[in-house]
């Protein structure tokens, strides 16, 4: 059973047009949810943890929320440079050393 | 500062040759840790560890050994290569305690068995 889901797979977005990522996740007890932008042959590079519903975090044009079952990475009036594949990820209270990845959100950006 | 290094970053194997990536950290980091990433599944945790002299398996550690003798290193061992061990090979690593989901990445070893 998938423990997180990310939608959509691929989502293409003209620069200045807002949208949202959405990452769905069934865990018995979240200790936290991981959001990771990954470049085309690099590493995920870390963005945002949330750790309760209700929370949210900013950071330039995106801003990722959580509920008690998905988090929601808002990215505001994108640019080509936001254009990336975008992971999240979540821990759970036990095992809290492993983090299960969704598959990620392809987001492009045309100028 | 470099963060954390991975090498090779390209390799290709045989079916039956054994390999050892390296992963090297400087930023004093406890946690460290190995995940392949294959199309179509999110990243995959194989081996971590949360100190030098302990190491412990993750979801997938079948076909690889991990060894931890220095806080700055954490090599992944190849035993026997598979076709199926063909995947993109991330060393990461972080604090301990709540920041431990805040992984630092490497940039990746990607490796092809034949």
């Known amino acids: 059973e998938d423990q997180v889901t990310q939608s959509p797979e691929a989502l293409r977005l003209q620069e200045g047009e807002s949208s949202s990522l959405n990452c769905s996740y069934t865990?018995?007890?979240?200790?936290?949810l991981f959001w990771y932008r990954q470049d085309p042959g690099k590493g995920p590079e870390f963005l945002f943890t949330l750790y309760s519903a209700g929370e949210e975090k900013e950071k330039e044009r995106l801003k990722a929320t959580l509920t008690k079952k998905e988090s929601f990475l808002h990215i505001t009036a994108p640019k080509p440079e936001d254009s990336a594949t975008y992971l999240c990820?979540?821990?759970?209270?036990?095992?809290?050393?492993?983090?299960?990845f969704g598959t990620g959100t392809r987001l492009t950006v045309i100028p | 500062n470099a963060g954390v290094t991975q090498t090779p970053k390209f390799q290709v194997l045989k079916t039956g040759q054994s390999m050892t990536l390296q992963c090297a950290q400087d930023?004093?980091?406890?946690?460290m840790s190995w995940y392949r990433q294959d199309p179509g599944m999110g990243l995959r945790l194989i081996h971590y560890s949360v100190g030098a002299g302990i190491t412990d398996q993750g979801e997938v550690p079948n076909g690889y050994n991990v060894s931890r003798s220095t806080t700055e290193d954490f090599p992944l061992r190849l035993l026997s290569a598979a076709p199926s061990q063909t995947s993109v090979y991330f060393c990461?690593?972080?604090?301990?305690?709540?920041?431990?989901?805040?992984?630092?990445f490497g940039e990746g070893s990607r490796l092809t068995v034949l």
């Open positions: 865990v018995s007890g979240l200790r936290g």
């Open positions: 930023m004093n980091h406890e946690y």
């Open positions: 990820a979540v821990q759970e209270q036990r095992g809290a050393n492993n983090l299960f």
């Open positions: 990461a690593s972080s604090y301990t305690g709540i920041k431990r989901g805040e992984l630092f």
